[in-house]
């Protein structure tokens, strides 16, 4: 029988039958000799133990799409990262070191900014501009007036869409009004692993309907980039793609060379001054870990 991994907590794994069953599940000795770890929304094939009880033993995993190091999760089409327009302010470091770690692995990010009815119109109108032109499909909700919910749905229409964003943004209101019978199935989960004990430590897979799925990450709170040079920062500002290769200088860094057609595009305006001086930060910060 073959399912995906909604949840793993503590050595089990939630398999969706995708008939509205979840069979609770151990890993078979197998993945640990092949040093393979089962992972939240991965395809398995599993062996029922007990159909009455909805357990049994995860036996394989199927190839994967692509799979995540932070959060570890597997088969994602793309990121959804909610941030608030107002309480709290968005934190901009925060967001573009989001935007990094995804531009890496190569997974498409959707910008939600939500609490709309609490932002100014040209506040809101300059932060959709900044991120548009970098190439960011960038929505504006209010989950508190429902406002944009429509447009929401239609941009996770079909996906896997992994969810994050920093605590008080409206991420379980929104994930909520996408998902209004998630309460009951994670309900569901919860009782098997004791109260819902592990609501938020976890990632998780919620199912919207059909193979529109909803994956809550965890820890979204501090995105130190780790394990990359300093000279590949560059390849994930997508804005400083079309002057790649025009600079002066071979293999310009965009930060201190002359004739660099970055610092010109950004003194013309081309390229938005806080997303630059983000990218210096972050630059600095990965040079400075190479010298200790």
């Known amino acids: 029988m073959q399912g995906r991994i909604i949840k793993g ?4 794994y939630y398999v969706d039958s995708g008939k509205g069953e979840v069979y609770e599940c151990r890993a078979k000795g197998i993945f640990r000799k092949e040093k393979l770890k089962p ?3 991965d395809y398995a094939e599993i062996e029922v133990i007990d159909e009455k009880e909805k357990t049994g033993n995860v036996v394989s995993i199927l190839p994967r ?3 995540l190091i932070r959060p570890a999760v597997a088969n994602i089409d793309q990121a959804l990262v909610i941030f608030a327009v107002k309480e709290p302010n968005p934190n901009f470091m925060l967001l573009d070191r989001f935007l990094i770690t995804m531009e890496r692995q190569d997974v498409p990010v959707v910008i939600c900014l939500n609490k709309e009815d609490l932002g100014r119109e040209e506040e809101i109108k300059e932060i ?3 991120y548009s032109a970098c190439g960011y499909q960038v929505l504006v909700t209010s989950a508190e007036k429902k406002q944009g919910i429509r447009e929401l749905k239609q941009a996770l ?4 869409t992994a969810v994050a964003g920093p605590s008080g943004a409206g991420k379980s209101s929104l994930t909520n009004l996408l998902a209004p019978h998630v309460q009951m199935e994670t309900g569901e989960i919860s009782k098997k692993l004791g109260r819902g004990r592990h609501t938020t430590r976890h990632s998780q897979l919620i199912p919207i309907d059909g193979d529109t799925y909803l994956m809550d990450t965890p820890g979204f709170t501090s995105f ?3 394990d990359m040079g300093k000279e590949e920062l560059r390849y994930y500002f997508p804005e400083f793609a079309p002057y790649e290769g025009t600079c002066r200088f071979q293999g310009c860094t965009h930060t201190h060379e002359p004739g660099c057609k970055v610092k010109e595009a950004l003194q013309e305006g081309k ?7 983000n990218y210096v930060e972050i630059y600095k910060e990965l040079e400075e870990k190479r010298r200790y």
């Not at 229409?157 to 896997?160: C, I, R, S, V």
């Open 271 to 277: 390229i938005n001054s806080r997303r630059y001086e």
């Open 157 to 160: 229409k079909g996906k896997t």
């Open 128 to 130: 959709v501009e900044i």
């Open 65 to 67: 799409k692509n799979q």
């Open 224 to 226: 130190y980039v780790e």
């Open 39 to 41: 992972l939240v929304g």
């Open 9 to 12: 907590v503590g050595g089990f």
